[in-house]
RNA sequence: GUCCCCAUCGUCUAGUCAGGUCUAGGACACUGGAUUUUCAUUCCAGCGACCGGGGUUCGAAUCCCCGUGGGGACGCCA
């Protein structure tokens, strides 16, 4: 079986040689059990960054929080990965060089730096836990924050290297938890000490990492080791309201769009598209363009604000430029789900009303609706569209007029049905498209649909029949 | 409260670093028109922005300052 994914042909086979030079990035997820557009996005421009320099992208696991990071958790991550296309060079279930990838297998590895620090005279323990220490004068200071006295700490003011803002200079100015009384690590330090120890040489993440780096500047300092180049990337907001974009905001999470049946080529081109752009206008490109084009220089330092209608734009334009093929393969399981189709369908008709309908197919979540009727013999008439085809001319005399024409009608194509129908209007004086609104409602129930004499030959004869009598019985009684 | 980041159509953005080619370009959305048997197709058109105030300059969307606005951080969360 395929992946609806392609494999993007751009991609240059990574040589195996470890080069000093190499760009080494990773996406360092907490599995909450839900995959966040945010994380995604930041995953997705890690990957791209790493595929564009022809580096590694490496996935570390921060699972330290062990009341909520479960194997599931971790399933739908690795699955959200996947779908999206995202595939690891380093990490679970492919390996690598600077393994464990997982935190909570990595402990004798924090144990060795947190002494290093100790050594040095740059932590100490206070209250069981374990405290960063900054060097320079101490003070204490009332803190209205947190509304209380609290030790301060003048430091020489730190310089963060931005690849997308520049410089940024802040100071850190109290002392921070490394480890916890309960024995577990916190965030800052396993963060940075991972990223020496798996020698990672860009950290692209969210820009409300922006105000913790100096921190992490302070420990590389402390353990004499060179800090990365950082990328911080804007925040995605909510479509309205205040604030960044959360799990409850619709549209957020990545499941929505596998579970509303979204194409994953067009989601992730809509990802890249949050916060970075290729400069030359184009939005809707193959995933090898992208890599091609994708650097720090096009990514935006403004938040942007999420909009589902134009994540909606691009996956309609996906999905009518799949190759018919492709459509009918994807469109299958959405229509045995539904219970649109089921095993007695026969696969020629299957294939015959979907090529007629993926020009108006505007997803794959309303294609049940859209064909539905196609495949029910029973179909339900739309009240709204009869009284639309109704409201002119008398279009049960047309239908009947049309019924024995059709029953000649051989062979069963369009030209033939075409000039069928035209000799008939020329025969009763009126014109061909007077027999159309009603034959579309006769065999659908529909107002709008494929186009009509497309459809009549992919219904086939029995069927259009069948129908239109069903139809005009229906109108009798 | 303190610190940090940011600022062009309703939204995503090009242009800003290297000031003049910008009466500010594109996309989504919206509105109108054309075509079509229908339509959720296609085509065309319209609507619509440089946050405010100073400064530098012959000239500012672009550089500087001050406001204002938006976002973020300040956990023994990550």
């Known amino acids: ?87 690891w ?10 393994g464990p990838y997982f935190q909570s297998e990595r402990q004798d590895i924090y144990a060795e730096y947190l002494q290093k620090l100790l050594d040095a005279g740059r932590a100490y323990e206070k209250d069981d836990a374990i405290f960063f220490k900054l060097e320079g004068e101490r003070y204490v200071e009332f803190d209205k924050y947190k509304n209380a006295e609290v030790e301060k700490v003048r430091t020489e003011p730190i310089t963060v290297k931005d690849a997308i803002r520049g410089d940024v200079t802040r100071n850190v100015e109290t ?21 020496i120890a798996m020698n990672i040489t860009h950290v692209i993440r969210g820009e409300d990492h922006l105000s913790n780096t100096a921190r992490h500047v302070e420990i590389y300092q402390a353990l004499g080791a060179q800090p990365p180049v950082f990328a911080h990337l804007p925040l995605i907001l909510k479509t309205d309201g205040k604030g960044k974009m959360s799990k409850r905001d619709q549209g957020s999470l990545i499941e929505e ?4 049946k979204f194409i994953p080529e067009a989601v992730r081109n809509f990802i890249c598209l949050l ?146 129908i035209l000799d008939l209007a020329e025969k009763k004086g009126q014109r061909k498209f007077d027999y159309f609104p009603i034959a579309r409602l006769a065999v659908s129930g529909q107002a709008g649909g494929p186009d009509l004499l497309a459809l009549l030959r992919a219904l086939g004869k029995e069927r259009v029949i069948a129908r239109m009598r069903r139809f005009a019985d229906m109108q009798e009684a």
């Not at 990071?69 to 595939?87: F, Q, S």
């Not at 009384?181 to 940075?192: L, R, T």
């Open 89 to 98: 060079d380093e990490g679970p279930e492919v390996g690598g060089d600077y």
């Open 275 to 420: 916060g970075w752009n290729p400069k030359d206008g184009s939005e809707i490109m193959p995933i090898g363009d992208i890599i091609e084009k994708f650097d720090f220089p096009g990514i935006q330092k403004e938040a942007a604000r999420f909009d589902e209608k134009k994540m909606s734009h691009i996956n309609t334009e996906y999905l009518r430029a799949l190759p018919v093929e492709t459509f009918c393969w994807m469109a299958g399981p959405v229509l045995a789900e539904a219970k649109v189709i089921d095993e007695s369908t026969e696969e020629d008709y299957l294939h015959a009303i979907l090529a007629i309908s993926q020009e108006k197919a505007r997803d794959f979540e309303g294609l049940p609706e859209l064909v539905g009727p196609l495949f029910n013999e029973d179909f339900a008439v739309d009240p709204e569209a009869q009284k639309r085809v109704f409201k002119k001319g008398e279009p049960l005399t047309r239908l009947a007029e049309l019924l024995p024409v059709l029953e000649q009608v051989d062979p069963w194509c369009e030209n033939s049905l075409d000039q069928a």
């Open 257 to 260: 769009y596998v579970q509303r």
């Open 1 to 87: 079986m395929r992946s609806p994914i392609d494999l993007c042909p751009a991609v240059i086979q990574h040589c195996g040689m470890t080069d000093s030079s190499e760009v080494r990035v990773r996406f360092a997820p907490s599995p909450t059990g839900f995959f966040h557009i945010g994380s995604a996005r930041t995953a997705l421009f890690n990957w791209l960054y790493a595929r564009h320099t022809n580096g590694k992208f490496v996935l570390r696991v921060e699972d330290t929080d062990s009341a909520r990071n479960t194997p599931e958790a971790l399933a739908a991550l690795l699955d959200g990965m996947r779908w999206l296309g995202l595939d």
């Open 175 to 195: 002392d921070f938890v490394i480890r916890r009384s309960n024995g577990d690590y916190g965030f800052h330090f396993v963060n940075v000490v991972d990223d």
